[in-house]
């Protein structure tokens, strides 16, 4: 098959990866990837029902003969599985395994020299060998090894759990050897002591009772049927002080912390958010015991309803559905937020994930007065000063807010030539601060 000028269909080809009689592999010139097939080849996978779905294949002709080409992004696999050479990670492996099974309710036909389509689901064979077992072709793909069977194990640089490596022998239907499972090393208790959230009572309470208390006494609730914490929500309107509460605790845990995101898992292309979703709660199960933060969940976890027949959010709403759950058997905190709890799925509420749903409003007066005490005992004040008077100006203000007035005034207290912070310094700081109807900005105000 040859394209005059290296270019098909306005497609510019930069390099030929691999070509036989009935297919070309190639990287155009921003890397992305092309299949290029002859008709023959073509109408037989068409034939044999093996395009389902949605079919991405786009005809052309040149010089008078009918060919089809597929593009697929760079950051997705289109080759040969014999000729992968590329380095197999946890989620590249389960990927590979549905969409062998999804190939598997179409076809027997061997796919040992087939052509992986990751971004469509699709493993296409070339014809050119039979009688393979799909025990050979997983463990030749995850391996680069023509001897190495799947069933027989070893894939460390997988980074597969057992229950990943038993997963995946479920999904396409190979028998494997149980290992009995081995008894956890017992680990010296490490007291963490008392968690304080000043100016937040109640939050800070049951922060205590369902996750430090936990984490101090792991024997004691493990007799009690509790491994480890559960799954928090913390809702209510932007500003309320969510994230200012989750960062102190998870500061004073002092575990791993993962952060989940607009600017760490959201992504335009095909299944790219699942990936980094499942990238990052594998990352926080290899560090556990750790907390994965979950901001702005509405964005990633909305009712799947409301999305019509979106099946790509719908793929994000079960991977997180089904990495919630694992977390926790694996020590993994999960604390997500919100501004909309009614937005989301309600498959995710459900006791199992998100055993609490803790509301969090504004702070009140008290809470207000409480936090500015605990701030201004520590540095030198003026004697005028009346907190009960700020505390009063500073409702409907979140914590950090609180917070930040404190510090704002010590600086202008400083470039005053003062040695103490004075009640005009605190006045001016909160003049600072933006009026409610300034707060356009949508997601968490802390």
Not at 63 to 68: A, D, H, I, S
């Amino acid at each position: 098959m040859l394209f005059e000028g290296n270019v098909i269909d306005g497609i510019r080809i930069k390099q030929i990866v691999f070509e036989d009689d009935n297919i070309k592999l190639c990287k155009t010139l921003s890397n992305d990837n092309v299949l290029i097939s002859n008709a023959l080849i073509y109408k037989r996978w068409i034939d044999e029902k093996l395009i389902y779905d949605v079919n991405p294949f786009i005809k052309v002709l040149v010089n008078q003969q009918e060919y089809f080409y597929l593009k697929s992004h760079k950051q997705f696999q289109l080759g040969l599985i014999k000729n992968n050479g590329i380095t197999i990670s946890r989620q590249t492996a389960l990927n590979f395994a549905f969409s062998l099974k999804q190939m598997r309710k179409i076809t027997n036909v061997s796919l040992y020299d087939g052509i992986y389509i990751e971004e469509f689901n699709y493993i296409l064979p070339t014809y050119n060998i039979k009688d393979v077992s799909d025990d050979a072709l997983l463990g030749y793909y995850f391996s680069g090894n023509e001897n190495k069977h799947f069933s027989e194990g070893g894939f460390k640089s997988l980074f597969l759990s057992e229950t990943d490596f038993e997963e995946i022998a479920e999904l396409v239907d190979i028998e494997i050897d149980k290992k009995p499972e081995i008894e956890p090393i017992k680990q010296e208790e490490k007291k963490i002591g008392k968690f304080t959230l000043t100016g937040r009572p109640e939050l800070e309470k049951f922060f205590n009772e369902h996750i430090i208390n936990i984490l101090n006494e792991p024997e004691r609730y493990k007799k009690l049927g509790i491994d480890f914490p559960s799954s928090i929500i913390l809702y209510g309107p932007p500003g309320c002080g969510k994230t200012y509460a989750v960062d102190k605790l998870v500061e004073f845990l002092e575990l791993p912390k993962y952060e989940i995101n607009s600017s760490t898992i959201a992504s335009p292309y095909i299944h790219d958010t699942s990936k980094k979703i499942s990238a990052m709660f594998e990352a926080a199960v290899n560090s556990a015991p750790s907390v994965v933060v979950i901001d702005e969940m509405e964005s990633y976890m909305s009712d799947r309803n409301s999305f019509g027949e979106s099946s790509h959010h719908t793929e994000e709403v079960a991977e997180f559905l089904r990495q919630i759950q694992e977390a926790n058997k694996k020590h993994v905190l999960v604390i997500a937020m919100t501004n909309l709890l009614d937005k989301i799925d309600p498959a995710i509420l459900r006791k199992g994930r998100f055993d609490h749903h803790i509301e969090v409003g504004y702070p009140s007066e008290e809470e207000i007065k409480s936090l500015l005490e605990f701030l201004l005992a520590k540095i030198s004040v003026s004697k005028e000063i009346d907190i009960s008077v700020i505390a009063s100006k500073l409702v409907g203000k979140s914590l950090a807010d609180v917070s930040f007035v404190i510090k704002e005034a010590a600086l202008i207290s400083g470039k005053m030539g003062l040695d103490e912070i004075s009640s005009e310094a605190i006045d001016e700081a909160i003049q600072i601060l933006p009026k409610k109807e300034e707060r356009i900005k949508l997601g968490f105000g802390v």
